[in-house]
């Protein structure tokens, strides 16, 4: 699980942006008591998972990227665009304007935050101006409902306008006092990371706010890249991990923070510093009721990467982060090669697909040439075990030429550009959601079933822009970011 914290510029003239969902990863809900599992969304609370995406770049009103958000709402057969909500801020009810820029829905966080029973949407709009300050950023809250998200909210004011840009940029969802009350953190361009706790009311109200900066200040005009909500100790409140820009160059590019969840909120006295990366989801690999941080580091030349990406698990412990172990597409029998501009974990998710208990992990590599055809991409799919993931035997990897994947590899289509693992059929085994920038970024989201006791094609579907009725026009980056 996932916003356009990065620009991935393919060596193409028809190059276009990639997001990581990344981490799209695991936010939780107040109702899931912060299990090690990976909770999912249920906005109109059948107990059966849906998940919504962003197309940030879509053209709304004819406005240039003002920006859409997608629900898919799960059924027994999976997701399609049968059952849907597609929102902009044009939609009666949802707070502001469609704007040409604001980028609505370029990052999103589900919870729910008012406590009714149906899971909510928190949605950013980073490039929103705000009376004379531009790009100041605005954050909306989506109500969940019988009928899902019909686009009624409230706006979550920007406690310190002015002192930061993007407001909204990132987010994360989860209980990090343990309360059972929703809490949501919110990234923008500055380096404190904003956390409204103890819920939000109908009229846009948290029960409190407070504030978290990492030790070494994201870089000016950056802020956080991303923010992963999850139980790490296993105590029932949630901890965050905060990926961010590094200010100096001898360090590198970024660093990438843990913060604790305690009986007072998250805590600064007790931040650890983690493997760096882009993108972090967290998820009790090895079931031992502690969950791992797992962290892509997709960049040649990041620091702690490796040739064509390298990713990262830190696995949980009472105490927190603990023993880290790395794994690239030479690890093992890891399916590919690891090769220049792979970006082997520009995005990640966690799940449990075949039901043992043990979370399993999808990981995007969007840059992956498939024979001649560049910058493809492929996700492949890492099993949980007692003694942490398997790289030895049962990997999978799917590209849009495996047998029985709709579409076909194309330039530049980077398949694997978000991934998110969520149970959308209601079976009670993850199933594989995949964003690409199909068709010169209009964007798609493919649907992979689990079949129990791996992910198969046997159903599987492709859910196009232009089916649920979002514009071609631009690159609306459809399927992007997942919420998380």
């Known amino acids: 699980m996932h916003q356009r914290h990065l620009r991935l510029a393919l060596a193409t003239a028809t190059a276009v942006a990639l997001t990581g969902g990344l981490l799209t990863f695991s936010a939780v809900t107040a109702t899931a ?48 665009s049968a059952q849907r909500s597609v929102i902009s801020q044009n939609t009666t009810g949802t707070p502001g304007t469609a704007e040409t820029g604001d980028g609505f829905g370029v990052d999103s966080a589900y919870a729910d935050f008012n406590g009714d029973g149906y899971d909510d949407l928190a949605v950013g709009s980073p490039g929103e ?41 990132t987010l994360a969802a989860g209980d990090f006092d343990g309360d059972g009350k929703a809490d949501l953190a919110v990234g923008s361009t500055g380096a404190a990371v904003y956390v409204f706790k103890d819920g939000i009311s109908g009229d846009g109200t948290a029960g409190g706010q407070y504030t978290v900066t990492p030790p070494i200040a994201s870089h000016t005009g950056a802020g956080a890249l991303h923010l992963t909500a999850g139980d790490v100790t296993g105590d029932g409140r949630t901890d965050l991990v905060v990926d961010g820009y590094e200010t100096t160059s001898e360090r590198g590019w970024n660093r990438n923070y843990y913060f604790p969840g305690v009986s007072g909120g998250l805590s600064d006295g007790r931040v650890k510093e983690l493997k760096s990366g882009i993108v972090s989801g967290i998820g009790d690999i090895n079931h031992d009721g502690y969950g791992d941080i797992v962290t892509g580091a997709s960049w040649n030349g990041e620091p702690n990467s490796a040739t064509g990406g390298k990713i990262w698990i830190t696995y949980g412990t009472a105490d927190g982060p603990g023993t880290v172990k790395g794994i690239t597409q030479d690890t093992g029998s890891v399916p590919g090669t690891s090769e220049k501009d792979d970006y082997f974990g520009w995005d990640l998710d966690l799940g449990d697909i075949n039901g043992d208990g043990f979370q399993d992990l999808v990981i995007g590599a969007p840059g992956e040439n498939i024979g001649a055809i560049t910058d493809a991409g492929m996700v492949t799919v890492l099993y949980g075990t007692a003694s942490g993931l398997n790289t030895a035997s049962g990997a999978q990897s799917f590209a849009q030429s495996t047998a029985g994947v709709p579409g076909e590899d194309e330039t530049n289509d980077a398949f694997g550009a978000d991934a998110k693992l969520d149970d959308v059929n209601g079976d009670g085994k993850a199933d594989l959601l995949v964003g690409s920038y199909e068709n010169d970024g209009n964007g798609a989201v ?19 822009p232009s089916a649920v009725g979002v514009s071609t026009t631009g690159v609306p980056a459809f399927g992007a970011n997942f919420a998380d």
Do not use: C, E, M
Not at 446 to 464: D, E, F, H, M, Q
């Open 446 to 464: 493919l649907y992979l079933p689990s079949n129990g006791t791996k992910l198969t094609t046997a159903g599987s579907r492709t859910v196009s």
């Open 33 to 80: 008591a912060d299990s090690t599992t990976v909770p999912q969304a249920d906005f109109n609370n059948d107990g059966i998972g849906d998940t919504a995406f962003s197309a940030d770049g879509a053209y709304v009103g004819g406005k240039k990227n003002a920006g859409q958000l997608v629900v898919l709402y799960g059924t027994r057969s999976g997701v399609s």
């Open 129 to 169: 101006d705000v009376g004379d300050d531009t790009d100041g950023g605005s954050l909306a809250v989506l109500w969940g409902s019988a009928s899902g998200i019909t686009g009624k909210g409230v706006t979550i004011p920007d406690p310190a306008p002015g002192k930061h840009d993007r407001w909204g940029k």
